[in-house]
């Protein structure tokens, strides 16, 4: 006879309080019935043996999901976004990675295979990984883009650097000054410009990373080279992000101030290969933002704002 104290331990020691679903696998067949799954697939949905699929997908969420499997053809792969009910009854978002596939020398034996991971879990994940990406930076701080207080030579140099160590080699060049800031100079305390200072130079080196350099070249006016970010989509993403968001946390220092920016913006080799002659276009971009009154960007086109002329060079 077995004891009440043996049968408690084995209890314990089959209690599973982790269940961390980030690499599940199963195998579906076309009564979306489990023909074989993966260990942590099992535990996710503490069964192990034969059953639906469909008895773990919440019930508002089944006919997406056999609308999607129905939809696919072989060999083609679609994400979609569910909830499954784990072994503790809670559900849990979950990403599905579904893909239809016929068993080798038959006419219809078609399948589903099921890649799923937990959304919260993920991003757990992601969070450890940014911790361990920061730390590593942290112990190679000298690969890290410091501020540069005498850009010009320093900012050619980056250029020339990647250009030659990469024949597809793309820069983008970026004017930014501060439209307004005499304004707020008015007003305010040395410390609270410095302050002011503090947030554009740190939004900025933050948004760069490892992609680029920041340069001061005076009070409140800066270059930055940044590598691989030449497609329009991805530079007005860029331009959009360190501007509103420079301009959220001046709002904690003073929030009646609207921090105002003109950026004139250069690409290597969308507007030539001379590095000097692309200069003398973020020079002619910048300008036309202030004649413009101001606070926006101008990405310089050759079609829109003319080429250099020989005697301008």
């Known amino acids: 006879m077995i004891s009440d104290n043996h049968n408690a331990y084995n209890n314990y020691n089959n209690y599973i309080d982790e269940y961390e679903l980030t690499?599940?696998?199963?195998?579906?067949?076309?009564?979306?019935?489990?023909?074989t799954a993966n260990e942590p697939m099992y535990l996710f949905l503490g069964m192990s043996k034969h059953y639906s699929i469909m008895?773990?997908?919440h019930q508002v969420d089944i006919d997406d999901f056999i609308d999607v499997a129905n939809s696919l053809r072989p060999e083609i792969k679609k994400s979609m976004c569910i909830r499954m009910r784990r072994i503790d009854n809670s559900y849990r978002w979950v990403i599905v990675d579904i893909e239809k596939k016929v068993i080798p020398n038959t006419d219809s034996s078609?399948?589903?295979?099921?890649?799923i991971s937990d959304v919260l879990v993920?991003?757990?994940?992601?969070?450890?990984?940014?911790?361990?990406?920061?730390?590593?930076?942290?112990?190679?701080?000298?690969?890290?883009?410091?501020l540069i207080m005498k850009p010009e030579p320093a900012i050619k140099e980056f250029c020339i650097k990647n250009i030659e160590s990469d024949n597809n080699c793309q820069l983008s060049l970026i004017y930014l000054e501060v439209d307004n800031i005499e304004q707020f100079k008015a007003t305010h305390t040395d410390d609270e410009c410095h302050r002011i200072t503090y947030v554009i130079e740190d939004t900025i080196l933050k948004a760069i990373d490892d992609r680029g350099v920041l340069g001061r070249l005076n009070d409140f006016k800066y270059i930055i080279a940044i590598k691989n970010i030449n497609k329009e989509v991805k530079l007005r993403a860029f331009l959009e992000h360190i501007r509103t968001q420079i301009s959220w946390h001046c709002k904690f220092i003073d929030s009646s101030y609207n921090?105002?920016?003109?950026?004139?913006?250069?690409?290597y080799p969308d507007n030539g290969k001379d590095l000097d002659l692309i200069k003398k276009k973020i020079q002619k971009a910048i300008n036309m933002a202030r004649s413009k009154g101001g606070n926006r960007y101008i990405i310089y086109k050759?079609?829109?704002?003319g080429e250099i002329e020989d005697s301008d060079k």
Do not use: C, M, P, W
């Open 23 to 35: 690499n599940g696998y199963a195998v579906v067949d076309r009564n979306f019935s489990i023909v």
């Open 55 to 57: 008895d773990a997908i």
């Open 110 to 115: 078609e399948y589903l295979e099921l890649h």
């Open 122 to 146: 993920i991003r757990e994940l992601n969070k450890k990984l940014q911790q361990q990406i920061k730390a590593f930076k942290n112990e190679t701080a000298e690969n890290r883009n410091l």
């Open 259 to 267: 921090i105002e920016f003109s950026i004139g913006i250069g690409r």
């Open 302 to 305: 050759e079609f829109l704002h």
